[in-house]
C-alpha cells in the first residue's frame, strides 16, 4: 500500500490531480501495482479526505496532546517521537497530528515501522495541497546514516 502512496505523491501533486477511482485503478493497474494493494491505498486515502475536515478548530496552540495506550502500542515510540519532533518543531499543527494519527491507526500491524509513518506524515501534507518544509521533506526521505553534516 505504501508504495502505492508514495506513486500518488511522485505522480499527482495534488489529490484534486488524481483521475476518479475507477481510472486511477487502471492507471495503477497498468504502472504494475496488485489490485488488493490499490484497493488498500484507495481506501486508506478515502479515510483521509473523511476525517481532514473533522480536525479543524479541536485543539488551541497551548493543548497538550496524551496518547492513549493503544494509540502508544500501534502507533511505537518512534513514531510518537517523531510526531512530537515534528510538533516542537512547528511543522504540524494539532489538526494534521490528529490527522497523522487517526491514519496510522488505520494501518494493520504494530508497532508501525517510523518509515511508514513518515509516509503519512507526507500523503497528510499532500492531502491539504501543502508542500513540507525543505529540512522537513529531508526528515521524511533522508536516512539519518546518508545525511551529510555541513
Do not use: N
Not at 517523531?82 to 510538533?87: G, Y
Amino acid at each position: 500500500m505504501f508504495d502505492v502512496l508514495v506513486y500518488l505523491y511522485e505522480t499527482y501533486w495534488r489529490p484534486d490531480a488524481c483521475p476518479d477511482h475507477a481510472q486511477l485503478t487502471r492507471k495503477l493497474s497498468a504502472v504494475g501495482f496488485e489490485s488488493d494493494e490499490i484497493q488498500e491505498a484507495l481506501s486508506w486515502l478515502d479515510g483521509l479526505a473523511e476525517g481532514a475536515a473533522s480536525y479543524q478548530g479541536q485543539q488551541g496552540p497551548l493543548s497538550l496532546r496524551v496518547y492513549s495506550e493503544a494509540e502508544l502500542d500501534h502507533l511505537g515510540e518512534p513514531s510518537v517521537g517523531f510526531i512530537s519532533f515534528l510538533e516542537s518543531a512547528g511543522v504540524l499543527p494539532p489538526p494534521m497530528r490528529e490527522m497523522v494519527i487517526d491514519r496510522g491507526m488505520a494501518i494493520p500491524g504494530a508497532p508501525m515501522d517510523l518509515e511508514d509513518l513518515k509516509i503519512i506524515v507526507l500523503m497528510v501534507f499532500w492531502s491539504r495541497g501543502e508542500e513540507p518544509d525543505a529540512l522537513i521533506l529531508d526528515e521524511l526521505f533522508v536516512a539519518p546514516e546518508d545525511r551529510l553534516i555541513h
